[in-house]
């Protein structure tokens, strides 16, 4: 089961990831280009090693960030579940907003459906809220 998951995972990653392109790019070199600050090309260069820079500093600190939140341990299908549910959300709300025209964050949009979906696989396992904030307990929630 989580061979399958995990394989329709790393499948549904590909469309999502070709999504976020289309909307960053064209966001991040309009304004050079239209101003002929930049030719395309050279923006268009810009852009690929900024997002190639952005890749390779997102691992350190989403790992910083994860240090920030307890996470509640979930067997590894719903896990698998959660991040599948969640790429699904995005896809579909980034493919939404292309074909609309609307600028949007991916990062938001991934962020929400990986919030919204533990939330929903935390309740449906019979997770309970903590008596707590997030704040490690200083003040009640």
């Not at 600050?37 to 910083?64: E, Q, S």
């Not at 698998?80 to 025209?101: E, K, N, P, R």
């Amino acid at each position: 089961m989580e061979v399958l998951l995990l394989i329709l995972v790393g499948a549904l990653m590909l469309p999502t990831l070709y999504l976020a392109g289309l909307h960053d790019v064209p966001n991040a070199i309009a304004i050079p280009v239209r101003t002929r600050a930049l030719t395309a090309r050279a923006a268009t260069r810009l852009a690929a090693g900024c997002t190639a820079a952005g890749v390779l500093t997102a691992l350190p600190m989403g790992l910083y960030l994860y240090s920030w939140f307890d996470v509640p341990d979930m067997p590894p299908a719903m896990t698998l579940s959660v991040v599948l549910a969640a790429l699904i959300t995005a896809l579909g709300w980034q493919t939404h907003t292309y074909f609309q025209g609307m600028p949007t964050s991916n990062t938001h949009v991934l962020l929400s459906a990986l919030l919204g979906g533990t939330l929903a696989a935390g309740l449906i396992s019979g997770w309970t809220a903590p008596k707590s904030c997030a704040c490690r307990g200083s003040t009640p929630c």
